[in-house]
């Protein structure tokens, strides 16, 4: 029987019966596909930050099952003492990483079902937040198709299109979202020829975007981040299509680290750079992305991982933060799965909501 291929996987999938959150260990891609299955608060806590799963919405989706699952071990007699647990359990994980709002996001709308049903503890109020897990999870895959339909009529057919990091389906329920308008133009035989930058110091572009790419039979070629002025200068691509951790209320954006340094590349060569961005990415209540927490990481990311020995001297200082803000003026549009926001965006984001808002009705 041949092996089964990657993008048969669920990123992110719940185990209702034995509980456990199931994710596929992404620090081991390509070479081995290991599934893990997680339940205790450390166990989940640990596999956000150690980037078993990662991207944003694959870790908001992994904390609304993680905290349904660890709802589900709280013994307490009555609602009030349950919902002291609930609260630390709920602050421990949004406490993994800093910078993707979606994690917070999905611990909110978790923690507002809880609230909602508290005379109803406890079957009920653990079934009800089950619900809105599954919820949390399906309605990513739905705004990530939307967000590839909107992506595909900024591009045509035969495009040459760059990505940074992975914001593939491994980042997501299904599709991803810079990759989604990729995967459905592959479906209608647009012929895109990507290129994705291998994103050092953690390699998420070539381990898991080109892998994905690769394993779906997208026309992918793999460069090192320093290659993209080259192959932008060479006329070969026409779009940049990248996801985001946080989108603020004037478009700022913050996404893995190198993300600005292509934008402002794209910007020197007139090559249009989108943000593919689903609504619960971005935070109306930051106005710029100064006020966007970034995450640093250890220096050992840069010096000795992935290398046979240490590529680095000994004592040398290391800056290593894991994601930068592009500024709002060199994004070309923000494609959200309520159409494509474009500058001015402190108005265009407004208008997204009040869509979202509608769409509610
Ligand atoms: O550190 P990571 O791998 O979680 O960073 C991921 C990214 O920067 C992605 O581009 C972002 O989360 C969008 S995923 C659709």
Redesign the pocket.
């Known amino acids: 029987m041949g092996q089964k291929n990657i993008m048969e996987y669920e990123t992110v999938d719940i185990d209702v019966e034995k509980k456990e959150l199931v994710i596929i260990d992404q620090t081991k891609l390509p070479g081995t596909t290991e599934i893990l299955r997680l339940s205790t608060a450390k166990e989940i806590w640990d596999a956000i930050y150690l980037?078993q799963v990662?991207?944003?919405?694959a870790i908001g989706v992994s904390a609304a099952f993680g905290i349904y699952i660890l709802a589900t071990q709280i013994e307490a007699p009555d609602f009030d003492t349950f919902y002291v647990e609930f609260a630390k359990q709920r602050d421990y994980l949004d406490s993994s990483r800093p910078t993707?709002v979606n994690l917070s996001w999905a611990l909110k709308r978790m923690d507002a079902v809880c609230v909602a049903n508290k005379d109803k503890y406890k079957e009920e109020l653990l079934d009800s937040l089950l619900k809105e897990a599954i919820a949390i999870k399906e309605e990513d895959t739905w705004v990530c198709k939307r967000i590839g339909e909107y992506g595909l009529e900024l591009v045509k057919p035969g495009d040459g299109i760059l990505t940074h990091?992975?914001?593939g389906q491994l980042?997501?329920s299904k599709y991803?979202?810079a990759t989604a308008p990729i995967y459905l133009g592959q479906e209608r035989g647009y012929n895109f020829r990507v290129f994705a930058d291998e994103t050092r110091p953690?390699l998420?572009g070539a381990r898991l975007t080109a892998y994905e790419l690769h394993s779906s039979g997208v026309d992918v070629t793999l460069i090192c981040d320093n290659m993209s002025a080259m192959v932008m200068k060479n006329g070969w691509v026409n779009a940049v299509f990248?996801?985001?951790?946080r989108v603020t209320a004037n478009g700022d954006t913050a996404?893995?680290i190198g993300t600005s340094v292509v934008a402002t590349v794209a910007k020197r060569y007139g090559v249009p750079f989108y943000v593919c961005a689903p609504t619960s990415t971005i935070d109306m209540s930051l106005e710029s992305g100064d006020q966007i927490p970034i995450e640093e990481r250890k220096p050992e990311e840069v010096t000795e991982m992935w290398y046979k020995e240490r590529m680095a001297p000994v004592g040398v200082k290391v800056f290593n933060p894991?994601?930068d803000v592009t500024d709002n003026d060199l994004i070309a549009g923000i494609v959200t799965e309520f159409g494509v926001a474009r500058a001015p965006y402190t108005e265009s984001l407004k208008e997204i909501f009040k869509k979202k808002e509608e769409a509610k009705q």
């Open positions: 980037l990662r991207g944003a919405p993707a990091c992975n914001a980042a997501t991803g979202t953690l998420q990248v996801g985001c951790d996404n893995k894991a994601f």
